[in-house]
């Protein structure tokens, strides 16, 4: 069975089902709804169910465990070629509150009017209120781009179309002002983008087994205070590529914590270092699998993940025996494990070689060639005229430089704290996607791993350094790999 390592999340089905009676517009916000849920993911709180409601007195709001928006909002933000942004906004922004437990939101919502004027109201409550506001856009931000809606983009329009379509004055007592709201979805903005950044370098980087560089990625995520069990997830999955990469046998065998459906294959070995501690390793990898678990126990693949890191902690310690396994049987029959997978493995830590091998095609992926990538590899990065977009670390001394072309992008990442530097090359040229395309319909073209993020599946040919990205069938982009 091929490896294939799973980032994907578990879909709670926590919402009413689409009926045949509702509207476009409400079906396709139930949409984003689930879309947003599924990529939250997330225990710590149970999940809301979302009901759209008559009335027309408070656009959205979190109550009671539900989070209600009203249909007007679905109508007003209909007419907009950006509604899917615009209403990701709203729901990732009222689902925040929700997860973060800001308890001041659960009778009042996203611009509540308040006509009670004997209800007196302290700065102090107002900028508590500021606050959770500045959270709930930076979490709900993040979650709405790693869902596919640039909504913060889209904030300010969001927040302009409710405050005219609902008369409501720019002053209202005991709310932030819509002046002061402005101003904390703009400061949001760019935080928002540069950890949706982050978490998309750092997968990108397990793809490749830059394990080093995905720590630093996941974890200046967390350190800004938003989780999520694919990020513990992935961050584990880091250290344990890291664990695995440090000692010359482990690094020669097959994981079944990479899952496919074809056959097995071997972590790719990196150099050794005998200065790193495989189990301190491999404990760190466990406890952030345990945290993913934490926030969503249906998690089955991080159940995968942990017998197989328990494992390796048994093997290096030198008191693996026949009786764990099936202890993890026992206690993992409702979790999904595939139990073959870890009886191989089993085999291959008690034997003194492992047998297996990668087979290889004889036929080569083209890399996509311009003039501009050739200068920046000649250049050794961009020059000041090329005026990339820059994501620095807030707590670390990580760097993204970005760039978009017509029919590419740049990403050069440097971690100065581990003294790390990679380059990926995405193309979404056309004529070149096609002729990748075709090649791989008129070749039996064998790939080193196949990879689950999200939505999208990935296809990776390690010798090459080339990763091709699909959506179900269709071939989306090449992601290049390079060390400068």
Not at 182 to 194: F, G, H, L, P, V
Not at 244 to 262: G, H, T
Not at 297 to 313: D, F, G, P
Not at 439 to 465: A, T, W
Request: glycine share 4%; with cysteine; proline share 2%.
């Amino acid at each position: 069975m091929r490896a294939l390592l799973f980032f994907s999340l578990i879909y709670i089905n926590c919402f009413s089902q689409v009926s045949e009676s509702e509207s476009e517009p409400e079906k396709l916000t139930i949409e984003i709804y689930k879309n947003l849920v599924s990529n939250i993911s997330n225990n710590s709180r149970f999940t809301p169910t979302l009901e759209i409601t008559l009335t027309e007195i408070n656009p959205a709001k979190v109550s009671n465990g539900s989070i209600y928006i009203e249909k007007k909002l679905i109508d007003l933000f209909y007419d907009s070629e950006d509604f899917e942004a615009l209403m990701a906004y709203v729901i990732s922004h009222e689902l925040a509150h929700h997860y973060l437990n800001h308890g001041w939101t659960k009778q009042t919502g996203f611009a509540f009017k308040n006509d009670n004027k004997n209800i007196s109201v302290s700065d102090k409550m107002v900028l508590i209120k500021e606050m959770h506001e500045e959270e709930a856009d930076l979490w709900g931000g993040f979650f709405s781009q790693v869902s596919g809606y640039n909504s913060l983009a889209h904030a300010k329009e969001a927040i302009n179309k409710i405050y005219k379509a609902y008369k409501l004055p720019n002053e209202i007592k005991g709310y932030p002002s819509l002046e002061r709201r402005i101003c904390i979805i703009e400061s949001n903005i760019t935080k928002a983008n540069k950890l949706a950044k982050l978490f998309e370098t750092g997968n990108t980087s397990l793809i490749f087994n830059l394990y080093g560089l995905a720590e630093a990625c996941f974890t200046e995520i967390l350190r800004n205070n938003v989780n999520s069990p694919e990020i513990y997830n992935n961050l584990g999955i880091a250290y344990f590529l890291k664990a695995v990469n440090s000692d010359e046998k482990l690094s020669r065998l097959n994981y079944p914590i990479f899952i496919d459906d074809n056959s097995s294959i071997k972590v790719k070995s990196r150099n050794i270092s005998s200065d790193i501690d495989p189990i301190g390793l491999l404990n760190l990898a466990l406890d952030n699998f345990r945290k993913a678990l934490v926030l969503n126990e249906s998690y089955s693949s991080t159940n995968l993940n942990i017998a197989v890191s328990e494992m390796l902690i048994e093997h290096l310690s030198g008191t693996l025996k026949k009786s764990y396994l099936r202890k993890v049987k026992k206690s993992n029959l409702e979790n999904q494990i595939k139990f073959p997978e870890l009886d191989e493995l089993y085999s291959n830590l008690q034997s003194k070689s492992s047998k297996h091998k990668i087979k290889r095609s004889n036929a080569r992926l083209t890399k996509f060639s311009n003039d501009i990538i050739e200068v920046f590899k000649f250049s050794g990065g961009f020059e000041r005229k090329d005026n990339p977009v820059i994501f620095n670390g807030y707590l670390s001394n990580l760097t993204i430089k970005e760039k978009f072309y017509s029919d590419f992008t740049i990403n050069d990442i440097q971690d100065s704290d581990n003294r790390k530097r990679a380059v990926f090359f995405q193309v979404y040229n056309e004529v070149y996607i096609n002729k990748i395309t075709l090649f791989l319909e008129q070749n039996d073209f064998i790939f080193d791993r196949v990879i689950k993020i999200g939505k999208y599946q990935y296809k990776v040919d390690y010798l090459n350094k080339i990763a091709l990205k699909f959506d179900n069938e269709s071939l989306l982009s090449v992601i290049n790999f390079d060390e400068l």
